[in-house]
C-alpha cells in the first residue's frame, strides 16, 4: 500500500509514515521497544490496513498507521484471532488524542459489525516526538472516589505513549545493528528540534555503514524541516569525505529536492503577494520585488501572518 502524504506541507508525518508503514520496521519496533505485545503476535504476520475507514456519521476516516496481525494463544500457538495496531503520530501535546483514539476505535467496531466478525482488540500506539513535555491523560477515567456501580460507565480509553524524549541517544546508537533504518529514524526524529550537531553521530553511523536508502530518507527529510541545506551539507562533508558528497548531490539533483525547496519558497511569495493584492487592490513591483528577494521560508511565513493582519499597504511595506 502505497503512503501518499507531501514530505513540503507534513514532513514529520511524511517521514514517520515512510518508515512505520514498513511491515518490518514496525515488527522490529514491537520487538524492541514492545515485547510483551510481540509475544503475543505471530512472527511476519503484520499487514498494512487500509488506512481510510468509513464512519456512518463521519462518512470518511483516515487512520496515521494501522496493521492487522495474527494472535497466538497462551501456549504459543497461532489462532484465529486477530489485533489490530494502530500508530497515531504526534510532534506536538494533543489534548484531542483521547477522544480521537477512542473515535478510531468505534469506527473499527463498525467495521467488525459490518463484516459480520467478533470485535477485534485494537492497541492504539501514540508515537510523540515533540519539545514539550507530553501532558496528555494516557488512561481514563481519571475520576476518584466515585461509587463503583458508576464508574463502570464512564468513558474508559487506554493508549501506549511512545515518548521518544525519554529515550537516551546511546541506546538507539548502540544498538543500530537491531534495524538500522527503524532506530536511525527515531533517533532522527528525536532530535529534529534540536542544532543539527544532535544528529551528526547518526548520519555519521549510516555512513560508516553504508545504509544508503536510510541516509537518504533522513537527509531529505532533515533538508526540509531545518531549511539548511548548507550546514547539512557541511557535516556530511565532515563525516563521510568528498566522495560521499559526491553521491549524495547527485542523489539530490535526481530527486528534484534543491528544486522542490525553491518551489516552495517561490509559492510563499506569491501567497505573500495574492493577499496583498486581495487586500488592497495592487502591489507595487518594487514591493513585490523585495518580497521576492526573500528565501527564508519562516520571515515568509510571518509575513504571510501580517499580509492578513496590516491595516495598509504602507503599514506592511515598514515591515520590510
Known amino acids: 500500500m502505497e503512503i501518499v502524504l507531501s514530505i513540503e506541507k507534513q514532513p514529520h508525518d511524511w517521514f514517520f509514515k515512510v518508515i512505520f508503514s514498513q511491515s518490518k520496521n514496525v515488527e522490529s519496533f514491537l520487538e524492541i521497544f514492545l515485547p510483551k505485545i510481540y509475544k503475543s503476535i505471530v512472527p511476519n504476520s503484520l499487514k498494512l490496513s487500509d488506512t481510510e475507514k468509513l464512519s456512518k456519521k463521519y462518512k470518511k476516516l483516515f487512520l496515521d498507521i494501522a496493521f492487522d496481525c495474527k494472535l497466538k494463544d497462551k501456549d504459543g500457538n497461532e ?3 486477530q489485533i489490530y495496531i494502530v500508530f497515531e503520530h504526534k510532534s ?3 489534548k484531542h488524542t483521547p477522544s480521537q483514539i477512542s473515535f478510531y476505535k468505534s469506527v473499527m467496531m463498525e467495521e467488525d459489525e459490518r463484516l459480520s466478525r467478533p470485535y477485534r482488540p485494537v ?3 501514540v508515537f510523540y516526538h515533540g519539545e ?3 501532558n496528555i491523560p494516557t488512561k ?3 475520576l476518584q472516589n466515585i461509587d463503583d456501580y458508576l464508574e463502570e460507565y464512564t468513558h474508559s480509553l487506554s493508549y501506549i505513549l511512545f515518548d521518544t524524549t525519554k529515550l537516551e541517544d546511546i541506546f538507539l546508537i548502540e ?3 537491531l534495524n538500522a533504518c527503524l532506530l536511525s529514524a527515531i533517533y532522527t526524529m528525536k532530535n529534529i528540534f534540536k542544532d543539527l550537531e544532535h544528529l551528526k553521530p547518526i548520519l555519521e553511523k549510516l555512513v560508516l555503514e553504508d545504509v544508503r536508502e536510510c541516509l537518504y530518507i533522513i537527509i531529505d527529510y532533515t533538508v526540509i524541516v531545518k531549511k539548511d541545506l548548507e550546514t547539512i551539507e557541511k ?6 569525505g568528498e566522495e560521499k558528497m559526491m553521491t549524495l548531490t547527485e542523489k539530490w539533483k535526481m530527486e528534484g529536492l534543491q528544486e522542490g525547496l525553491k518551489r516552495l519558497i517561490q509559492e510563499s511569495q506569491e501567497a505573500v503577494i495574492e493577499i496583498l493584492e486581495i487586500r488592497f487592490g495592487s502591489v507595487s513591483d518594487e514591493l513585490k520585488s523585495k518580497i521576492k528577494a526573500i528565501e527564508d521560508l519562516e520571515k515568509l511565513k510571518n509575513l504571510r501572518r501580517e499580509a492578513v493582519k496590516t491595516q495598509s499597504i504602507e503599514d506592511f511595506s515598514k515591515i520590510l
Open 140 to 142: 481514563i477515567p481519571q
Open 92 to 94: 506536538y501535546p494533543d
Open 79 to 81: 489462532t484465529d484471532g
Open 175 to 177: 544498538n543500530l545493528y
Open 123 to 125: 492497541i492504539p500506539i
Open 132 to 134: 514539550k513535555p507530553w
Open 235 to 240: 557535516v556530511l562533508e565532515e563525516i563521510g
